[in-house]
């Protein structure tokens, strides 16, 4: 079967750095995205990794190894507005998103 | 209208009645998607259409039906509606259905069905 893993919750500090792990097992790899989704609101796009390898924009970077199975979305200088759930997604051999359960990320002051 | 719009924004519905949810794109995508998020679980894809007139069966398509007439529409129908239907349902689209391709979602349609 498709498998997409990541933590439930995590908690962090304003002004810290969080890293969210993700972890695939799927029919085929097309790419693997990540999207932020705040309560009571629809998914955002944040990044997309193909190839393995670091992906930077601004205060949010994606890893990705292939090889591994696995994922990371690296946030830096954390704020208060990054409280949210981020998913997982991979994109199957059939190109169909394959969705992690998401993760609920709790920034403290 | 910018982006992806649906219709109604919440809704109450009493088992066995029939329920469509709209969904309309303004970005002239070819390809459109219905998810339902519940809790605990990722999004899981219903149906699915990667061009005006063709239509495909997601992860969970038994109970729903969807048509794709033109480009910017894409409907969801509960021809009868049960409690597990219970959800709330995103409509989503991207510019082709390849692997390089970033889906948008639009703001979703909290259902319940009693």
């Known amino acids: 079967g498709q498998n997409i893993d990541q933590p439930t919750e995590m908690t962090a500090t304003e002004g810290a750095i969080v890293q969210i792990n993700c972890t695939y097992q799927?029919?085929?790899?097309?790419?693997l995205f990540w999207y932020q989704q705040h309560a009571g609101e629809a998914p955002t796009f944040l990044s997309y990794?193909?190839l393995d390898g670091l992906e930077e924009k601004g205060r949010f970077s994606s890893f990705l190894s292939r090889s591994k199975g696995y994922s990371y979305l690296l946030l830096k200088e954390l704020q208060m507005k990054d409280s949210a759930s981020y998913l997982c997604?991979?994109?199957?051999?059939?190109?169909?998103?394959?969705w992690g359960a998401g993760t609920k990320l709790i920034i403290k002051p | 209208i910018a982006g992806i719009t649906q219709a109604p924004t919440s809704q109450i519905l009493a088992a066995g009645r029939r329920m469509t949810l709209r969904c309309t794109q303004d970005?002239?995508?070819?390809?459109m998607y219905w998810y339902r998020q519940d809790l605990g679980l990722g999004l899981r894809l219903i149906h699915y259409s990667n061009t005006a007139g063709t239509t495909g069966k997601g992860e969970v398509p038994d109970g729903y039906s969807v048509s794709r007439a033109n480009t910017d529409d894409f409907p969801l129908t509960l021809a009868s509606a049960v409690p597990s239907q219970t959800s709330v349902y995103f409509c989503?689209?991207?510019?082709?259905?390849?692997?390089?391709?970033?889906?948008?979602f639009g703001p979703g349609t909290r259902l319940t069905v009693l």
């Open positions: 970005m002239r995508h070819n390809a």
């Open positions: 997604a991979v994109k199957d051999s059939n190109y169909q998103l394959i």
């Open positions: 989503a689209s991207s510019e082709v259905s390849g692997s390089t391709d970033t889906q948008y």
């Open positions: 990794n193909v």
């Open positions: 799927t029919s085929g790899f097309n790419g």
